[in-house]
Nanobody, 116 residues
């Protein structure tokens, strides 16, 4: 089993910033990527950003230039710095760990609400 501790969600005004943190522990073998997905009401879960253990990053087009992912290292932690937040960024954000067998593990999710 893999356990996650997520933090950093909350309510912020448009243009503001938040930083999400995620620490994974437990039976972790051969991490391939760690990352963040989000799911807004009535929409499918989508990839926000991911990072390999080698530091290669990938971002959704909608967040490029505003969000920065870091971590994904031997400490099994990943961070998401979110700047210039928009109303459409409102969603539940889920930490993801994918191992080298391409099995996915998910955190419990943290709510991010962008509203004036």
């Amino acid at each position: 089993q893999v356990q996650f501790v997520e933090s950093g969600g909350g309510l912020v005004q448009p243009g503001g910033s938040l930083r999400l943190s995620c620490a994974a522990s437990g039976s972790i073998y051969g991490i391939y990527t760690m990352g963040w997905y989000r799911q807004a009401p009535g929409k499918q879960r989508e990839l926000v950003a991911s990072i390999t253990t080698g530091g290669i990053t990938s971002y959704a087009d909608s967040v490029k230039g505003r969000f920065t992912i870091s971590g994904g290292n031997a400490k099994n932690t990943v961070y998401l710095q979110m700047n210039s937040l928009k109303v459409e960024d409102t969603a539940v954000y889920y930490c993801n760990l994918r191992n080298t067998l391409l099995s996915d593990y998910w955190g419990q999710g943290t709510q991010v609400t962008v509203s004036s």
